[in-house]
């Protein structure tokens, strides 16, 4: 399903020195693999999910979804893949402050060519345990459901990839966990899923576990219980 | 994009700024009502001044000023020479000038029993009533003998008959004028303010005799009117009654003019000027206030986008292009900037028909002030919400949401 070839990245700080986040980076993931990122600080794992999810461009390299070139993709072009094809997960929740859950989990309803259909905000939030604190806002809810708030809004447009930079990087042990297994669920029904994380034992129970250093791929370890079907290793 | 759906969900996000909200719209409400309100103002004050000066002058007659060059300002020592038989000496032989009336004025109090007043007393011919246009609603006129008599008799304007009369019928009352004892024999006709504001009500026109000789002492009057019998022979008259008034105060030719004439040509240009003042200057000076309430708007959004840039970033995430962002500003900033606007050209209409009724002007609508206003209020919409919009859209989502 998603093919990387030989990505680079490099950033400019404002001091003028560049820093290679991601270098000759190449990477295959298959249709409903579960897969986990892990690396030090700063090794280059969020500029890897980004670049994934079109929020940032590669500057070398080619990007294939389905066999498309995706990351020449105009600026309309990639807001439209974004919004059809992938559901992100920040560590830091995003939702918009002041607005309810169901607001929130509507959003990308709000930018969708597709002909509106009432329910699915509800649907969603429902799919995460959250039917009952559709009209609470953010403030109103802890750490754990605002997570569960932007997995639902991840889910609303119902994407193929679902990507997530240190989803429980905020939460306490307890939340995490349902989180995960949130995760873990969706994978199960079908939806690929990549995911950042710092945690030896939520990365244990991924299916495959790729290893970021100073931007080079170093590992990727599949488990034998990772059966998933029509996973392409490099 | 589901269109009606992102107005809605726009419109919901206003209440959730609500100061910023507030601020916007006070800005442009009061850039609006600012330009609104002179603009009315403005319109009603030309309409009074053309009013004003067809009361004055009508379409045909020349006014002889005592004094030189200058038409208001303290006292000069030339201002003297003005006198009945210098109009009258002049005039005679001059056909051209129809009829003519001279006027002294001086402010006094005025009594009647226990009720005080001050007013302006004008002293006239008979023939005033002819030459200025202006006659008594009740009672009469006083005639030439009274003039030739120095009868104390006196007009009274409405203003000051009710200060001194109260709800009573002046006619045949007995008022005093600097102690001195006046007969009331006629009402003025209502006349309401001139163009410097003043209460053209607040008047008592006496026969310009008695007030020369009973009241001021004085051997000259301040002002004449000529009235034309021919229009278009105004410039001509004039220049012939000059030559003539020169001559008889000795005038050599380095001397400048004692006295001064305003000619149809010449109150036509000091209205130009005068309106240029109205329909120039002070709709620029509220246009400023309407500019600075737009910077102070565009301020505002330009620290809301990048207080929102995360947001940005997020809606950018989940599939809005640059455009969707740019709309969802302009309405939001639409809203508050056309509500205020809106608020303020309801607001400045308001108060210029308050004040224009309060100066007596007749209450004027200025659809140029409304069309202004409007017009600023969307410039202002698109420059503050729309380009700082788009320009935070342009940057990567990962950029923004950082
Ligand atoms: N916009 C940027 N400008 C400059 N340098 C950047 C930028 N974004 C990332 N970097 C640098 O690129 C490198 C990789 O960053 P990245 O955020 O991908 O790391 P990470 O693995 O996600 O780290 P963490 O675990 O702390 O989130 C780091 O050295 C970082 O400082
Ligand atoms: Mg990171």
Redesign the interface.
């Known amino acids: 399903m998603i093919e990387l070839n030989e990505i680079g990245r490099t950033y400019t700080r404002p001091s003028g020195e560049s820093v290679q986040a991601l270098t000759g980076f190449s990477l295959h993931i298959g249709r409903g693999e579960l897969v986990a990122i892990v690396g030090a600080s700063g090794s280059g794992k969020s500029t890897l999910m980004?670049i994934l999810?079109l929020?940032?461009?590669p500057d070398s390299g080619s990007y294939r979804f389905h066999g498309d070139d995706v990351a020449t993709l105009d600026?309309?072009g990639q807001?439209?893949f974004?919004?059809?094809h992938v559901g992100?997960v920040?560590q830091a929740f995003?939702l918009?402050?002041?607005?309810s859950a169901l607001?929130n989990v509507e959003?990308?309803?709000?930018?969708?060519?597709r002909s509106?259909v009432a329910g699915l905000g509800r649907k969603a939030l429902e799919a995460v345990g959250l039917g009952d604190r559709m009209q609470h806002t953010p403030s109103e809810l802890s750490g754990g459901q605002q997570q569960r708030v932007a997995i639902a809004?991840a889910l609303v447009?119902e994407p193929e990839l679902l990507l997530a930079d240190e989803p429980t990087g905020n939460l306490d042990p307890t939340s995490a966990g349902e989180i995960l297994d949130i995760f873990a669920a969706l994978n199960r029904e079908g939806k690929t899923v990549v995911l950042v994380t710092h945690d030896v034992a939520i990365a244990a129970r991924a299916h495959r576990v790729i290893r970021i250093e100073r931007g080079r791929l170093v590992a990727d370890d599949s488990r034998e219980s990772a059966a998933a079907t029509g996973r392409t290793h490099r | 994009m589901n269109t009606p759906q992102l107005i809605t969900h726009s419109l919901r996000t206003l209440p959730r700024h609500r100061l910023r909200t507030a601020f916007i719209m006070l800005s442009s409400f009061v850039g609006a009502a600012a330009l609104t309100f002179v603009l009315c103002v403005g319109e009603g004050a030309r309409r009074k001044m053309l009013v004003t000066v067809r009361q004055i002058f009508g379409d045909s007659a020349i006014v002889v000023v005592a004094g030189g060059n200058q038409l208001m300002g303290g006292p000069r020592p030339d201002a003297a020479r003005l006198t009945l038989d210098d109009i009258e000496d002049t005039v005679r032989g001059m056909p051209e000038i129809e009829l003519w009336d001279p006027q002294q004025t001086m402010t006094v109090a005025a009594k009647h029993g226990n009720a005080a007043a001050t007013v302006r007393l004008l002293g006239q011919s008979e023939r005033s009533e002819r030459v200025w246009s202006r006659s008594v609603s009740r009672g009469a006129y006083f005639d030439a003998m009274a003039v030739k008599r120095l009868d104390r008799v006196a007009l009274i304007g409405e203003t000051a008959a009710r200060s001194l009369f109260g709800t009573g019928d002046p006619i045949g009352g007995e008022i005093q004028i600097e102690a001195v004892p006046f007969t009331v024999v006629g009402v003025l006709e209502r006349f309401g303010t001139d163009i410097h504001g003043m209460d053209r009500d607040n008047e008592i026109v006496v026969p310009i005799s008695t007030l020369m000789r009973r009241l001021a002492n004085v051997d000259t009057i301040a002002a004449a009117k000529l009235l034309l019998r021919d229009a278009r022979q105004g410039e001509q008259t004039a220049a012939e009654f000059r030559r003539r008034l020169r001559s008889r105060h000795a005038l050599t030719s380095g001397q400048s003019d004692d006295f001064r004439l305003l000619t149809p040509v010449e109150v036509q240009r000091m209205m130009g000027k005068a309106r240029s003042v109205l329909s120039l200057y002070l709709p620029l000076a509220a246009a400023v206030a309407l500019v600075v309430g737009g910077i102070v708007a565009a301020t505002l959004m330009l620290g809301a986008v990048s207080a929102r840039i995360r947001e940005i970033g997020l809606r950018r995430a989940v599939g809005a292009q640059p455009k969707d962002i740019a709309f969802q500003f302009l309405v939001e900033t639409s809203v508050s900037v056309f509500g205020g606007g809106v608020a303020g050209i309801v607001g400045g209409l308001l108060a210029g028909q308050l004040v224009a009724s309060r100066l007596q002007l007749t209450g004027a609508f200025s659809w140029n002030a409304v069309a202004l206003a409007l017009l600023m209020s969307a410039a202002t919409a698109l420059l503050s919400g729309v380009i700082p919009a788009r320009r935070a859209a342009r940057l990567l989502p990962a950029e923004a949401l950082r």
């Open positions: 980004n999810g929020l940032d461009r600026v309309a807001a439209r974004r919004n059809r992100f920040f995003h918009l402050p002041k607005t607001e959003l990308p309803l709000l930018y969708s060519d509106p809004r447009n």
